[in-house]
Structures are given as structure tokens and as C-alpha cells.
């Protein structure tokens, strides 16, 4: 089992760039998917090796994204899930939506 203490996601709803945010007990190599979920298909994958303490990790260049639904899943190399929530692709010319 992971040993991971927290993960924020931010900005959500997003506009050009999401940050996750992760601390760890320990060091672990893991895959982060951000899929569209209308489209179900794999927008962004990429591999990251966390190490213990708080890592940043930015999913940059998701201007071209059309405004919707994703699912963001970040899974350790062995496959086995880590997390997994919804993030919102707003259109830059949109208000900000305030989802507390």
C-alpha cells in the first residue's frame, strides 16, 4: 500500500494548467491520466517519480481542452490506484465557479 498523506488539486474548475499537489511517506514511481470522460479517451499521461515529502506537479498546455469534464487518475507503475477525482475544463472567457 502507497503511504500517501494528501493530494489538492488546483485550479479546479481549470483554464490552461492544472497543479497536483501530493505528499508522501515514502518515494513511489506513478502514472497521472487525465482523461475526457465525454469522449473517454486519454488526453494527458504522464509518468512521475514522487518522493517522500510534498511534491508539485503541473499538467501544463491544457488550453486547447474543450470546456467539460475530466477524470484525473494517478495510479503507482504496478497499477494500483493512488486517486482519482473530477476536474472542470471551463473556457477562458468564463466566470469563475466557485464549487465549496
Known sequence: MVMVKEISVYPNPFDYYIILEITCEEEVD????????KEGRIVRMLGAGL???????PLHDLELLIPGTYQLNIKTADGES???TKVFKQSP???AI???
Do not use: M, T, V
Open 82 to 84: 493512488i486517486y482519482q
Open 30 to 37: 506513478c502514472i497521472i491520466l487525465l482523461a475526457d470522460i
Open 51 to 57: 518522493k517522500s515529502g510534498i511534491n508539485r506537479i
Open 98 to 100: 466557485n464549487l465549496n
Open 93 to 95: 472567457d468564463s466566470p
